[in-house]
């Protein structure tokens, strides 16, 4: 391990010494993270926080931390535009709650459909008025007899989408 590597890790290790004297980890069940945070810090925070279940991140530092297991994040808001639909929906297969920037009606409806067992709220951001109409189709037409769903859009072109079972 070179000098700069074991100095980083010091540095990680004494910023989350310091966390850890200031709040109880426990109790935590929202992080949001901006595009400089290190992995190796964002590691210990998570294998700390057993409580926690929302996640906000960008997918490069996302990526970045693969090994991870995030079966207990239920709520997760992709702060930059999503590249890698399949990775994600591998690493958070329980994701009721999701806001994402997509830029194709395909990559819509495909993180829909790999979601479509789990997910309740979905929010894809800052859209135009051809994928908002495509996308409110093609639900019509999809959710079927199977699920419903009900749709809002606000000021910034935000699409958001509820979605329930229909019991029978």
């Known amino acids: 391990m070179g000098l700069t590597e074991n100095g980083c890790h010091s540095s990680v290790q004494l910023l989350f010494d310091f966390l850890k004297s200031i709040m109880d980890l426990n109790h935590v069940v929202e992080l949001k993270l901006g595009q400089f945070h290190h992995p190796d810090l964002i590691e210990i925070l998570y294998n700390h926080m057993p409580r926690l279940n929302s996640l906000r991140i960008t997918e490069p530092l996302l990526m ?13 808001s992709i702060c930059d535009c999503l590249t890698n639909i399949d990775r994600i929906c591998v690493m958070f297969p329980y994701i009721k709650y999701l806001c994402v920037k997509l830029l194709s009606f395909e990559h819509m409806k495909q993180v829909m459909k790999l979601l479509e067992k789990s997910l309740i709220n979905i929010t894809f951001r800052q859209i135009n008025q051809d994928l908002k109409e495509s996308m409110i189709k093609w639900l019509y037409e999809y959710c079927g007899e199977h699920r419903q769903f009900s749709y809002d859009i ?4 935000n699409l958001h989408i509820w979605l329930t079972d229909i019991l029978i």
């Not at 297991?69 to 709520?75: A, E, M, P």
């Not at 606000?154 to 072109?157: G, N, S």
Request: glycine share 0%; aromatic share 12%; no cysteine.
């Open 154 to 157: 606000d000021e910034p072109m």
């Open 64 to 76: 970045k931390l693969e090994k991870l297991d995030f079966h207990n994040i239920y709520s997760l």
